[in-house]
Nanobody, 126 residues
Framework: LLVESGGASVQSGGSLRLSCAASGFDLDAYAIAWFRRVGGKEREGVACINSGGGIQHYVDAVKGRFTISRDKAENTATLQMNNLKVEDTGVYYC?????????????????????WGQGTQVTVSS
């Protein structure tokens, strides 16, 4: 089970820290990704981190503003979001799977099928 938290309403330029807590399994062996759904669109991959934590990959729209990390001891993952923009508004999901997280590989939902959270709402106003 994955549970996201930390979603809130903030003004443009603000920051939020999303957390993804795993229970019932060890998150350490999995790559972790954050996705978001904006309106009625398909889920968009935002960031991923490999099982060892040494590789992080971001979609261009969030590079330099978002940071993904993981904590082995806490069995959690985090998405730090800075300088938020109105277009970052959406429901954010974390997912985990035995998938590669590589700079050259798009972050796709089809690569993350094993574990998904229920999502947390992020709303950014101007």
């Amino acid at each position: 089970l994955l549970v996201e938290s930390g979603g809130a309403s903030v003004q443009s330029g603000g920051s939020l820290r999303l957390s993804c807590a795993a229970s019932g399994f060890d998150l350490d062996a999995y790559a972790i990704a954050w996705f978001r759904r904006v309106g009625g669109k398909e889920r968009e991959g935002v960031a991923c981190i490999n099982s060892g934590g040494g590789i992080q990959h971001y979609v261009d729209a969030v590079k330099g503003r978002f940071t993904i990390s993981r904590d082995k001891a806490e069995n959690t993952a985090t998405l730090q979001m800075n300088n938020l923009k109105v277009e970052d508004t959406g429901v954010y999901y974390c997912a985990a799977d035995y998938s590669p997280c590589l700079e050259a590989r798009p972050i796709q939902t089809r690569d993350y099928t094993t574990h998904w959270g229920q999502g947390t709402q992020v709303t950014v106003s101007s």
